[in-house]
């Protein structure tokens, strides 16, 4: 990032960062050890449960799991679910950010994953709504269409993605000019 | 051959060396393990907690577990794939650290609680439909099955801090 634009953005954020690390989130979060791995325990627990419902979802509109249940039925069982894990994913993120505020948001993977995330979320979302639509999404009917199976293959393969963006990370590199 | 043994000779392989002097080999296979292992918890934990009675309730729990545990394991085999490959990149650090030793014994007690599941309660699962309760040995399972995997994925993270 060397252009202004770039510049001032780090700037904005190396203000939010060092405005993060002199709050009392900072100091929980960092002030003991083993803050940060039970956080990421919970995070990884909560990925665990969006993954599943998703993949459970989206295998069911490819006629793969669930056969015999309703279309419906299945997004009623496994949206709740969903949408609370991912509540928790943004709230353990918060913490997680907070405890070590010039990591990821320096990191470019970091906006990647959460501009991931807020698509897969919303062809989640798009994809229960298309169903609710579909006459055949009450009965066991397994006769789903095209369009619908291209979406559900692509939600999860996005999701799936999300988890691999999350892992780089740790591996990342700040970009020039970040707050050390 | 002795654990000291295994790691030596594992870590002449050239795939340990390719694993351990590669930037993007390790975090490629962590990914994987990452995507196989949520995958797991999170299939198992919807058998278990319909097991338990708090979801998926009108559905028989029979048929749910037919429906989901080929997903669950699929996943746990390109669990165990991936972990053996990380294994292979740093073996003495792995097999000196407690929280991987604490990991594998759990991944055994959690195996050992799923092979009892199925031989010695898998026949009474057919009754399961609806708000019918399970038998007391199988919500007991079911909640170690739950305890036992938030344990796993808790000294797996563990271990990233310690390594």
Request: hydrophobic share 60%; no cysteine.
């Given at each position: 990032?060397?252009?202004?634009?770039?510049?001032?953005?780090?700037?904005?954020?190396?203000?939010?960062?060092?405005?993060?690390?002199?709050?009392?989130?900072?100091?929980?979060?960092?002030?003991?050890?083993?803050?940060?791995?039970?956080?990421?325990?919970?995070?990884?627990?909560?990925?665990?449960?969006?993954?599943?419902?998703?993949?459970?979802?989206?295998?069911?509109?490819?006629?793969?799991?669930?056969?015999?249940?309703?279309?419906?039925?299945?997004?009623?069982?496994?949206?709740?679910?969903?949408?609370?894990?991912?509540?928790?994913?943004?709230?353990?993120?918060?913490?997680?950010?907070?405890?070590?505020?010039?990591?990821?948001?320096?990191?470019?993977?970091?906006?990647?994953?959460?501009?991931?995330?807020?698509?897969?979320?919303?062809?989640?979302?798009?994809?229960?709504?298309?169903?609710?639509?579909?006459?055949?999404?009450?009965?066991?009917?397994?006769?789903?269409?095209?369009?619908?199976?291209?979406?559900?293959?692509?939600?999860?393969?996005?999701?799936?993605?999300?988890?691999?963006?999350?892992?780089?990370?740790?591996?990342?590199?700040?970009?020039?000019?970040?707050?050390? | 051959?002795?654990?000291?043994?295994?790691?030596?000779?594992?870590?002449?392989?050239?795939?340990?060396?390719?694993?351990?002097?590669?930037?993007?080999?390790?975090?490629?296979?962590?990914?994987?393990?990452?995507?196989?292992?949520?995958?797991?918890?999170?299939?198992?934990?919807?058998?278990?907690?319909?097991?338990?009675?708090?979801?998926?309730?009108?559905?028989?729990?029979?048929?749910?577990?037919?429906?989901?545990?080929?997903?669950?394991?699929?996943?746990?085999?390109?669990?165990a794939t991936s972990g053996v490959l990380l294994f292979t990149g740093k073996p003495s650090s792995y097999a000196a650290n407690p929280f991987f030793l604490g990991k594998l014994a759990l991944l055994a007690l959690a195996g050992l609680n799923m092979a009892g599941f199925h031989l010695l309660l898998g026949g009474r699962l057919e009754g399961l439909t609806g708000t019918v309760r399970?038998?007391?040995?199988?919500?007991?399972?079911?909640?170690?099955?739950?305890?036992?995997?938030?344990?796993?994925?808790?000294?797996?993270?563990?271990?990233?801090?310690?390594?």
């Open positions: 990032m060397s252009t202004s634009v770039g510049s001032h953005v780090t700037d904005v954020l190396a203000g939010f960062a060092a405005w993060l690390g002199k709050t009392p989130l900072f100091d929980f979060v960092a002030g003991v050890a083993w803050v940060v791995p039970a956080l990421q325990t919970v995070h990884i627990l909560a990925v665990a449960v969006v993954i599943a419902s998703a993949a459970i979802i989206d295998l069911r509109v490819l006629g793969l799991v669930e056969r015999d249940q309703p279309l419906s039925t299945v997004f009623q069982r496994f949206l709740p679910p969903l949408a609370g894990a991912v509540g928790l994913l943004a709230l353990t993120g918060v913490l997680l950010i907070a405890g070590e505020p010039t990591r990821a948001i320096f990191r470019v993977v970091f906006w990647i994953k959460l501009a991931l995330v807020a698509t897969a979320a919303a062809l989640t979302w798009g994809l229960a709504a298309g169903v609710r639509r579909w006459p055949g999404a009450l009965g066991g009917d397994r006769s789903v269409s095209t369009p619908l199976k291209v979406a559900a293959a692509s939600t999860l393969l996005l999701w799936i993605v999300v988890i691999v963006a999350g892992r780089w990370i740790g591996y990342a590199v700040a970009w020039a000019g970040a707050p050390q | 051959m002795t654990l000291a043994a295994l790691t030596t000779w594992l870590e002449a392989t050239p795939l340990s060396q390719a694993i351990a002097e590669s930037a993007w080999l390790f975090p490629t296979i962590e990914s994987v393990h990452v995507i196989a292992l949520t995958l797991v918890v999170g299939s198992i934990s919807v058998v278990d907690l319909r097991l338990l009675g708090w979801a998926s309730r009108d559905r028989p729990a029979g048929a749910l577990i037919r429906s989901i545990v080929p997903v669950t394991w699929g996943a746990f085999a390109l669990a399970a038998p007391a040995p199988i919500r007991a399972s079911a909640t170690a099955s739950l305890l036992l995997w938030v344990g796993v994925v808790a000294l797996g993270r563990w271990i990233g801090f310690t390594i």
